[in-house]
């Protein structure tokens, strides 16, 4: 006789309990894409941030020996993984902490997270930083008319212009640090077929590659496809000349792979649709703010993106950013044309909404700790 199956035993519990965390957030989503906020300013806080400006918090997170997409263990990295892993979170989260800024010039600091790590950049969570500061009043406002919150980044000072409309926010417009053209037409072989690619920095680096040159197009039933290649693009690049950043290691190497698709030109100037694969395989499920001032700068530079008119941006589940050229930028950063100089700057106008708040607890007796990913 066949004796029945034992069932599945559960973990077992540790033996001694770990420390018990809390942790609040505030959620907004930027056009589809999920932004979990968390105010490391605030009281009881379960975890040290040293450091005097923003980028070198960035670099405490990641620890000595790690990297943007491989930090060490530490007691922050302890909670950004209790946030962005199942139970708590999913492998398509993405948020941000809020810190200290680098002086009084901006309102706050953020380092921004996801699934694997510490991002440099990031347009979407930058416009819901923006509605969450005016929304939760840290930023006063106006009932009628704009306000800028003003954020520094591991990359540097970006500024979210909040649209107002009879006391509620109506969209963000993004400021991003100056995006830069580094190399066009780098051959990339991948397992799907040789393509193109063209860099750009935009806070963080960026690989622009048509879908289409990989027999692919932008729909959700191409994702895996789509998945497959940003990861395999991002690979090949990873010594890549262009990928390197003045700045240093902390804003080089690929970042994103935007595979884009052409769509009819509007009367305002040319229409795309991207699949953004940033870190290790993760979907924006935004048109990807960053990606999009990388974009601009690619577009401004062939010429098909003219004075006073804008990039109209959809994502892959068919939400909209729309992205232009900031003229008359000055003699400071955005002077230049793009891919010279001191880069082209950018601006990328969304919409963020509020979608929830949450205490997040880890209970000392939980084996699975701060969670999975699968």
Not at 209 to 225: E, F, I, M, Q
Not at 235 to 253: D, F
Not at 269 to 281: E, I, K, L, M, S
Not at 298 to 309: T, V
Request: hydrophobic residues 35%.
């Amino acid at each position: 006789m066949t004796p029945a199956p034992s069932a599945p035993r559960p973990p077992r519990p540790p033996s001694a309990p770990q420390p018990r965390r809390a942790v609040r957030t505030v959620d907004y989503h930027t056009a589809g894409e999920p932004f979990r906020i968390v105010d490391t300013t605030e009281p009881g806080f379960p975890a040290a941030l040293p450091g005097d400006t923003v980028a070198e918090r960035c670099a405490t997170a990641i620890g000595p020996g790690g990297s943007g997409t491989a930090p060490r263990p530490g007691e922050l990295d302890d909670v950004r993984r209790l946030l962005v892993q199942e139970p708590r979170g999913h492998a398509g989260m993405y948020g941000g902490f809020v810190v200290p800024p680098d002086d009084d010039g901006a309102h706050f600091g953020v380092l921004f997270w996801h699934k694997d790590g510490y991002s440099t950049a990031c347009g979407h969570g930058t416009m819901a930083l923006g509605a969450w500061a005016v929304d939760s009043g840290r930023v006063p406002a106006p009932e009628q008319g704009d306000v800028e919150v003003r954020i520094d980044v591991p990359s540097g000072r970006v500024t979210a212009t909040v649209h107002r409309d009879g006391g509620r926010t109506t969209g963000v417009t993004f400021r991003n640090v100056p995006a830069r053209v580094t190399a066009r037409k780098v051959p990339v072989a991948t397992t799907l077929g040789l393509a193109e690619a063209d860099l750009a920095h935009a806070g963080a680096c960026y690989a622009s590659v048509r879908a289409r040159d990989l027999g692919l197009d932008v729909t959700r039933a191409s994702l895996p496809d789509l998945v497959r290649a940003g990861r395999e693009i991002r690979a090949a690049l990873a010594t890549h000349p262009g990928t390197w950043h003045p700045g240093g290691p902390l804003l080089s190497g690929v970042y994103g792979v935007v595979l884009h698709e052409e769509l009819p030109v509007t009367p305002f100037g040319p229409h795309q649709r991207n699949a953004t694969v940033f870190a290790d395989g993760q979907v924006d499920r935004s048109p990807c703010g960053s990606g999009t001032s990388a974009r601009l700068a690619l577009l401004a530079q062939d010429g098909r993106l003219g004075p006073g008119e804008d990039l109209l941006h959809e994502s892959v589940v068919g939400t909209v950013f729309t992205g232009r050229a900031v003229p008359d930028a000055g003699p400071g950063p955005g002077a230049g044309p793009a891919g010279a100089g001191d880069g082209l700057v950018t601006e990328v106008t969304g919409t963020a909404y509020r979608t929830g708040e949450h205490t997040f607890t880890l209970d000392p007796y939980d084996a699975l700790g701060p969670g999975f990913l699968l």
